[in-house]
Nanobody, 123 residues
């Protein structure tokens, strides 16, 4: 059974940083690209970033480019999103997502979702 479990969310002040993690299990983690997606209140899901199976290629949405960094540790089956310079508009539930390809694309077809972790940016 595929499981994706996010952690690391919380309340942070504008300009602050958070590090999200996604623990993956139930599949060969190193064989698949992974993504981060978020959903703000009353809005649709927004793709943020993706990383290929080997961790060599990363892509970002313009809204987070230069502020967020995606990475993965295939020895620990863990996906990470380092978020800096957080803004109130970054407030959302953040999801990690598995696709069925090793290649990364800004238009992922998600096969599995995690349960999400809440990030709130507020003073």
């Amino acid at each position: 059974e595929v499981q994706l479990v996010e952690s690391g969310g919380g309340l942070v002040q504008p300009g602050g940083s958070l590090r999200l993690s996604c623990a993956a299990s139930g599949f060969t983690f190193s064989s698949y690209a992974m993504h981060w997606v978020r959903q703000a209140p009353r809005k649709g899901r927004e793709w943020l970033s993706g990383i290929d199976s080997g961790g060599q290629i990363t892509i970002y949405a313009e809204s987070v480019k230069g502020r967020f960094t995606i990475s993965r540790d295939n020895t620990k089956n863990t996906l990470t999103l380092q978020m800096t310079s957080l803004k109130p508009e970054d407030t959302a539930v953040y999801y990690c997502a598995k696709v069925s390809s090793a290649l990364v694309s800004p238009f992922p077809i998600v096969e599995y979702w995690g349960q999400g972790t809440q990030v709130t940016v507020s003073s």
